[in-house]
């Protein structure tokens, strides 16, 4: 694989936290290869950078990180495993995949976004009230109970 992987990290303090952003953050490692990357970030990631997991995510992050110095000061640290632009989509799922996320399946994403289409559609106005089943029939055009519906 390529050998321009990223892993960044991000320390929280309760200082910071109350501000609103990290104590510390920068680069672990930059520009490594993927096996580094992976033995640095470990073999579970906690979620990605956009839901629901697909071929276009960027980067994933860890679980929390906490050790026994990190716990007693109330320090929460995490890392970041940045995918290189040439990663193919394919690739990126099987990676998500292999850390443990949830992946979007293509075909059934189109799936979602026709049916929720549809739904809206069915929320307009049936043009004729007394069909069975408005939301499917007359967005068909056919309707068992109405020969005229969908005109």
């Given at each position: 694989?390529?050998?321009?992987?990223?892993?960044?990290?991000?320390?929280?303090?309760?200082?910071?936290?109350?501000?609103?952003?990290?104590?510390?953050?920068?680069?672990?490692?930059?520009?490594?290869?993927?096996?580094?990357?992976?033995?640095c970030f470990g073999d579970i990631a906690e979620s990605a950078d956009s839901w629901p997991?697909?071929?276009?995510?960027?980067w994933f992050d860890s679980p929390i990180i906490q050790d026994r110095a990190h716990f007693?000061?109330?320090?929460?640290?995490?890392?970041?495993?940045?995918?290189?632009?040439?990663?193919?989509?394919?690739?990126?799922?099987?990676?998500?995949?292999?850390?443990?996320?949830?992946?979007?399946?293509?075909?059934?994403?189109?799936?979602?976004?026709?049916?929720?289409?549809?739904?809206?559609?069915?929320?307009?106005?049936?043009?004729?009230?007394?069909?069975?089943?408005?939301?499917?029939?007359?967005?068909?055009?056919?309707?068992?109970?109405?020969?005229?519906?969908?005109?």
């Open positions: 694989m390529l050998s321009n992987w990223n892993v960044t990290s991000s320390l929280a303090t309760l200082e910071s936290s109350e501000d609103g952003d990290y104590a510390d953050c920068g680069f672990e490692f930059e520009g490594t290869s993927f096996r580094s990357a992976i033995r997991v697909d071929g276009r995510v960027r007693e000061l109330g320090h929460e640290r995490h890392l970041s495993l940045h995918i290189p632009a040439q990663i193919t989509p394919s690739s990126r799922r099987r990676l998500a995949r292999l850390l443990g996320l949830q992946v979007a399946d293509p075909d059934h994403a189109a799936f979602l976004k026709f049916y929720a289409r549809e739904r809206e559609l069915a929320k307009q106005e049936p043009p004729y009230p007394f069909c069975i089943q408005p939301e499917i029939c007359c967005r068909l055009g056919h309707c068992p109970r109405n020969p005229n519906c969908g005109d």
